[in-house]
């Protein structure tokens, strides 16, 4: 979703298109104002990705948004309540588009079905419904507010609807749309709404979405938290290609966490590799910066490129054939050199990615690398702790 004002033309359709360059594949603006829908004539023709009109609280934006030409309309049942003004929102939107119709996604979002001032009554009222869930009351509520909804949509014979159920609970929105898929036929939108900020709203969304997703439940995302909407979109992406719901553009790079044994300065390395080969590399190659030759080859298994760091030094790999052996300085330089030069061979078909894997027979690590080895192999370095996960 943008998070510009849609009234501002050329800033909107900027953000739009960056948004889609960086992977989105529908943008959602919000029109709050005529001057928003009236802005959407302009903007329309100026993108490329279909565009979704939010509309809350006035059923005469989204009319205006269906006749500026959208190509989906999201409502608010907790805002849009009228039955009235509903079916001319469904009407318009089955004759859009020269008749061919637009779809709707009835948006049930925790913070806005329930209205504040009488929600403890209402779950009280309810909570006799899902007694066996968490979050009983309020995914009754839920339910109970989108049965009702839908039955509307269905009185006029529309369809054509997508659904959501956000909350800022990730349980909550594992339970709800599980729930929900269960019940009704619609594709789903998924999301947490009101993540926070970055660093903890990627977690929050991931954990909801990447569990509902690996169930097969979802058909569109959106990662949402309160920075730059392309970290969202980037975000999104990297959670399709982790699951594999979608094939991975450029460099899947993996990373060692460092541990004892390190001797380079490998966190700033990962960084630098990851800036470079993001502008750089667009065939999906897998690349594994590695901070030592004692576990690192077992840890980059699969990769294409990689390199394994050692005293000040690093050796670089490429399709398990030793290619370098650089010292700390040049070891960016020379990563990037071997995986344009990887590409280029992939592109003209003389290699193949994923062929081969990473089998290296570490070299002598003191002779070569001098990481140390006597160290770890005299136990005076300790193995990485992990996490532990649960009470034991
Ligand atoms: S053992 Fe080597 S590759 Fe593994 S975390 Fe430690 S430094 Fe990195």
Redesign the pocket.
Known sequence: MTAGYTHEIDRCVAEINKLAAAGADIVRVAVPEKKDTEALREILPRVRVPIVADVHFHFQRALEAIEAGVHKIRLNPGNITDRKQVIDVIQACKSAQGGRGIPIRVGVNEGSIIERKDKQKRMKELGAFFSGHKHGHLLAIMIAKLEEYLDIFYEQNFHEIVISAKSMDAAFVVEAYTEISKRFEHPLHLGVTHAGPKETGTIRSVAALGGLLINGIGDTIRISYANDPIYEVQDGLELLYCLGLRERVGVDLIA???????QVD?FTLVQDVRRALAEKVTVPMKVAV???????PG??EGADVAV??GDRRGIIYVQGERVANVPEPEILERLLAECLAFQERVQRGEAKLGEKKVDIIPPDPIGELGSGFDKIAGGQVQK?VGLTIGKS
């Open positions: 060692c966490p460092t541990c004892g044994r390190i490998l590695m901070g030592c030759i004692v576990n690192g840890e980059a394994f760091a990485s």
